[in-house]
Nanobody
Framework: QVQVVEVGGGNMRTGESLTLFCIIHVSPFNANTMAWYRQAPGKQRELVARITSDESTNYADSVKGRFTISRDSAKRTLYLQMNSLQPGDTAVYYC??????????WGRGAQVTVSS
């Protein structure tokens, strides 16, 4: 298991921006596929954005053009920049590595609430 700690979250209004941070204790950092997921109340957890070992990224259709995933290996930090937030983005956000997902290990997540 790789330790992951999500930082950030909060109560936002429609149209605002927010950046989530995630400290991931894994090495080599950039060799790992990492991703952000979210789980809204009453819904299953879904993939939001992913970054692979060759730095390619992909996004859920619902966040394309609004969210950006990135990482800084020197800081061991994964980021999720969220722009133009909408009430539909309200969820608990989780960061994770592919290996953790395969064994079912998750961090505590960060709550993001967007009101209109």
């Amino acid at each position: 298991q790789v330790q992951v700690v999500e930082v950030g979250g909060g109560n936002m209004r429609t149209g605002e921006s927010l950046t989530l941070f995630c400290i991931i204790h894994v090495s080599p950092f950039n060799a790992n596929t990492m991703a952000w997921y979210r789980q809204a109340p009453g819904k299953q957890r879904e993939l939001v954005a992913r970054i692979t070992s060759d730095e390619s990224t992909n996004y859920a259709d619902s966040v394309k053009g609004r969210f950006t995933i990135s990482r800084d290996s020197a800081k061991r930090t994964l980021y999720l920049q969220m722009n133009s937030l909408q009430p539909g983005d309200t969820a608990v956000y989780y960061c994770n590595t592919e290996s953790n997902v395969q064994v079912g290990y998750w961090g505590r997540g960060a709550q993001v609430t967007v009101s209109s």
